[in-house]
């Protein structure tokens, strides 16, 4: 079978894939120093905001940066507008890992001290410490991801339209599946978690209506013990196919279908990956991966177009910029084969119909979901 890229990132995900290899294997380590009280040295810029000498920086949520998925997405948009503007890491961009809610404050304020040009700050969670540090500091150009909360001059808000992207993944969900049943993981039950669990149902109830859809809020972001629990609970129960929305906890999904793949290669398993395309966490084996498909999260696109309209003198500090279909800003990742061809032409009618208007997905989440 002739196998068909689709959805709207895809060739974004593979050059950022080279941007973080070229930018070396010391980031974590690095980036999640505590820097408060340097004054001088490496750590230190320079004639800040002028040219090519505009610099940027992210604090991510509890996630971490290597949750393979949000906040990894948004440091590759970090590392991919440094070395496109012949910024160094440190000193050009940079971040700060929040192992707790506790540290938002701290390491926003941090980057602030390091004059860093523009700091994002990523996820919903992180709305009221991104609207306390705004105000304490009027001339900072802040961008906030995942929330339009904060209505300040200087915070730039930033929203994805999420369900898009996950009606296609239910399209796909509810195509594939041999059982009748598939399943939701989201993480803490938030709205932007909201609009991925509304549109995964809005568009598998699309293509068929007495689909079973299970769901199961774990509440977190970060546990990846239990989305194991969450995914195993559901494959038992005859759920064959998982779209996860939660981050680090979806790795414990990903982990509970290889375990069961591995036992019976016949099995019919799989995960929809989230915000990045998932493949890699799906290898079984050389021959075997139970990654669908992923729904694309363009975040890392975000945060170039927004640094570049800051650095072009165009910050859109007071308002939100929502990405959508139409946008360019959601999509599903090239599925290798798994996906027969008439489901992606199928895929291909929603998609188009919904980026021209002709569907509107809803953002609310299914009462009693």
């Not at 196998?3 to 070396?24: H, N, P």
């Not at 399209?171 to 669990?197: L, Q, W, Y």
């Not at 139970?290 to 890392?300: C, H, P, Q």
């Not at 939100?320 to 489901?343: F, H, K, W």
Request: aromatic share 8%; proline share 2%; hydrophobic share 35%.
């Amino acid at each position: 079978m002739k196998k068909r890229k689709f959805g709207l990132l895809i060739s974004s995900v593979v050059a950022t894939g080279a941007i973080l290899a070229a930018c070396g294997s010391d980031d974590e380590e690095t980036g999640s120093k505590d820097t408060s009280n340097n004054d001088s040295g490496s750590e230190t810029k320079t004639d800040a905001g002028s040219g090519d000498n505009f610099t940027i920086a992210m604090v991510t949520d509890v996630g971490g940066i290597d949750d393979k998925s949000f906040n990894q997405s948004a440091w590759e948009g970090v590392q991919k507008f440094g070395v496109d503007n012949g910024l160094s890491k440190g000193d050009g961009f940079d971040y700060l890992q929040s192992k707790s809610d506790a540290d938002y404050n701290t390491n926003l304020n941090n980057l602030l001290r390091r004059d860093f040009d523009l700091v994002f700050g990523v996820g919903y969670m992180m709305a009221d410490a991104i609207g306390e540090i705004a105000n304490d500091n009027p001339d900072a150009k802040l961008a906030l991801i995942d929330s339009n909360d904060v209505d300040a001059p200087n915070v730039a808000n930033i929203l994805f339209k999420e369900q898009e992207g996950a009606f296609l993944a239910g399209v796909v969900a509810a195509e594939m599946s041999e059982s009748g049943k598939i399943g939701f993981v989201g993480g803490v039950d938030i709205p932007v978690i909201n609009r991925f669990h509304a549109g995964f149902v809005e568009g598998a109830k699309s293509v068929n209506p007495d689909i079973e859809i299970q769901v199961n809020y774990t509440g977190k972001f970060d546990d990846a013990s239990a989305g194991k629990i969450a995914a195993n609970s559901m494959y038992s129960s005859g759920v064959d196919i998982i779209f996860h929305a939660a981050g680090g906890t979806g790795n414990g999904v990903f982990s509970e279908a290889k375990e069961r793949k591995a036992k019976d290669s016949n099995a019919n398993i799989w995960v929809i990956g989230v915000d990045a395309d998932q493949y890699a966490e799906g290898q079984v084996d050389d021959s075997t991966n139970i990654t669908l498909t992923s729904m694309l999260k363009g975040v890392n696109n975000a945060v170039v177009d927004i640094a570049t309209k800051a650095k072009d003198g165009d910050f859109p500090g007071g308002t939100t910029t929502v990405y959508g279909l139409a946008e360019d800003g959601v999509g599903l990742a090239d599925s290798r084969g798994a996906i027969p061809q008439e489901v992606l032409d199928k895929v291909e009618e929603y998609k188009e119909k919904i980026a021209s208007g002709e569907i509107k997905v809803s953002e609310e989440k299914p009462k009693g979901k």
